[in-house]
Every structure is written in C-alpha cells, then in structure tokens.
C-alpha cells in the first residue's frame, strides 16, 4: 500500500514569492493534517481536514496560508506571500477513521521549504 | 512552559545498553499517548501507543503515569538501528491535533 506523498521534497523561493506544497494522503483516509517544523523547534499542528471540510484549522499561522482539499483526496496548502519565519519542514499526515481509538497518523516525507 | 517536554540529549549508548527517555506534558485533558520516531531528514513514524496499564513491544517499553504527567520509553538491548530522534506525541480529549514534543535524540555506538 503507498504511503502518503508529498510534493515537490525540497522548494528553495523568495520572500513575497508564492509557494504550493501538495500532499496525497493514503487511499481510502478521510482524514489529512498538515504540521510544519521550524528549526530548532517541535513540530506543530497546523490543520485537519476530514474529507473536504476543514474539521480544525486553528493551527494555521496567519491568513498568508491557504489549505485546500477540493473532491476529498488531495491537498494543497499555499503560502502567499512567503516570509522568511516560513521556513522550515512542512509535514502532511492522514488517518483512516475518526472514531479511531487511539489515532494513529501516518506522515508523509515533507517538504522542506527555505525562504530566501 | 512547553505543552510537552522531553530531555533533547543526545544520549550516546553502546550497543547492548539500556536506555531510558522521559517526557512531561501539560494538559490534563490529554488523552492518547505515543512515541514516533524519527530518523534524520525522515518522515516521523509511529513507534508505539502508551496505554496506562504499560506495553512493551518486543525491547521497547512505555509507561505513563497519569497522575504525574509523565510517560517513558525504556529501550533495552540497544541495536545500531535503534539510533534516531524519539519524540513523545499527546493527543487532547475532543481533537485530533497531536502535540509533539523536540524529541531525545539517540545515538548507539558499536
């Protein structure tokens, strides 16, 4: 079974530059997240969807960063204009049900984001 | 202070060592308990669940106590391939958000 996936690996913009990652969850979960890492720090929460619907966004940094997930499947999240504190590893998980007891999510590679 | 917090390390066994990581979280209402690892520039993969009573998993032991705060991870016969970050994870009762801690990074010598 493919795992999630995450696109493109690495993306080197500038400030004021935009940026999409995407992720492809694993097939079949409704459920997909996406936390960021920056350096030095813990990764953090920023979103969940379940299937297209935005369940918990309260992650989300500021309104420079838009999550979509258009049909259920996959997802994007844009970040418009890139400042340099956006650096960092943008991680994108998913889970299969929402009643699962305990939750296991299960992280794709990253996408490792620099803003010059 | 930090929602969870763990001993960043490094901690540098040799192989066949014991070891052991702590970790303290916050939130009471915090109600799943894991620890992921996660090797360098990977993804972070789900090692085990804690669950309250203790489980071990083959060398692999988590403990949590819930009065406390507090969750281990002891890890027995170190293997080269033990070497990686260990991060503590806690989820809240009523979200599906997990908090992370910076990890314990491990490194075990031949």
């Known amino acids: 079974e493919a795992g999630v996936t995450q696109f493109p690996s690495h993306s080197v913009i500038e400030k004021g530059q935009t940026v999409t990652l995407r992720c492809d969850p694993i097939s079949g979960h409704d459920n997909l997240y996406w936390y960021r890492r920056v350096m030095g720090k813990e990764i953090k929460f920023l979103l969940h969807?379940?299937?297209?619907?935005?369940?918990?966004e309260s992650g989300m940094p500021n309104n420079r960063f838009l999550a979509e997930r258009t049909g259920g499947t996959y997802s994007t999240l844009k970040v418009q204009p890139a400042e340099l504190e956006d650096s960092g590893v943008y991680f994108c998980a998913s889970s299969q049900h929402l009643a699962a007891d305990p939750i296991e999510q299960y992280f794709g590679p990253g996408t490792r984001l620099t803003v010059t | 202070r930090k929602e969870v917090e763990q001993d960043p390390g490094p901690f540098n066994v040799p192989e066949g060592a014991t070891v052991a990581f702590n970790c303290t979280y916050s939130?009471?209402?915090?109600?799943?308990f894991f620890w992921y690892r996660q090797d360098c520039r990977k993804e972070p993969k789900l090692l085990m669940s804690v669950y309250s009573s203790g489980n071990e998993d083959g060398r692999f032991t988590a403990q949590l106590n819930r009065a406390s705060q507090y969750i281990s991870l002891l890890i027995r016969d170190s293997k080269l391939s033990d070497s990686a970050t260990y991060l503590c994870v806690v989820n809240i009762a009523g979200s599906y958000q997990l908090t992370f801690g910076k990890g314990t990074k491990l490194s075990v010598i031949p």
């Open positions: 939130n009471s209402a915090s109600q799943s």
């Open positions: 969807f379940v299937k297209e619907s935005k369940q918990d």
